[in-house]
């Protein structure tokens, strides 16, 4: 999952744990002591959902599907891919509306880690949570983000696949999307 997903979980908990969830992949190691306690208690919730999704039948057969040069990365296009299809099947949506800016509000009052200073402003001033509703937007965003890894960009040769294999992608995420809402229902309510 990626940023909007992370944000529509969490979106009841307050400003710091919202907060701790949109820049979990920014922040490096276990010892949090140097964020506040809501804060790092959304980062943690992040690292917990990422590992489940990552574990799920459906990411784990997509994941086998991708190119074989270029497996490695296909997590990185995926978490962006099941942004796509929530932004697409929520776009319009009031709540959709009051978790964008609320996301956005944060990522601008808020410096980012170092990891994500750099893209954070972009994800902001592009629209990034709106724009994941058009797949093309998607895939350039994926191609975006490969161009900020060292050497080749690996997520850039992934987007053929991405279109390629499109309806079972979204056939993955239907199936992940509620399991993953079921889930996360038998946990405590964020702070």
Not at 25 to 47: E, F, Q, Y
Not at 52 to 77: F, L, M
Not at 81 to 93: E, K, M, N, P
Request: aromatic share 10%; with cysteine; proline share 6%.
């Amino acid at each position: 999952m990626n940023f909007l997903a992370h944000a529509w979980l969490v979106r009841a908990g307050s400003d710091d744990f919202l907060y701790g969830n949109l820049i979990a992949d920014g922040v490096k190691g276990r010892n949090l002591s140097d964020w506040p306690a809501a804060t790092a208690l959304g980062i943690r919730h992040h690292r917990r959902v990422d590992a489940w999704v990552d574990s799920h039948p459906n990411v784990v057969n997509a994941r086998r599907r991708a190119p074989p040069a270029h497996r490695r990365y296909a997590g990185i296009a995926l978490d962006m891919v099941w942004d796509h299809f929530l932004a697409r099947d929520t776009a319009g949506q009031a709540d959709q509306e009051i978790i964008v800016k609320r996301c956005y509000r944060l990522l601008l009052a808020r410096s980012a880690p170092n990891r994500l200073a750099d893209m954070v402003p972009s994800l902001v001033a592009h629209d990034w949570l709106r724009g994941y509703a058009d797949f093309a937007f998607t895939c350039r965003a994926v191609a975006g983000i490969g161009q900020r890894l060292s050497g080749p960009n690996q997520l850039a040769a992934l987007v053929p696949w991405l279109h390629d294999d499109y309806q079972a992608l979204e056939d993955d995420f239907q199936a992940l999307w509620p399991a993953l809402l079921a889930e996360l229902s038998h946990t405590d309510t964020p702070p």
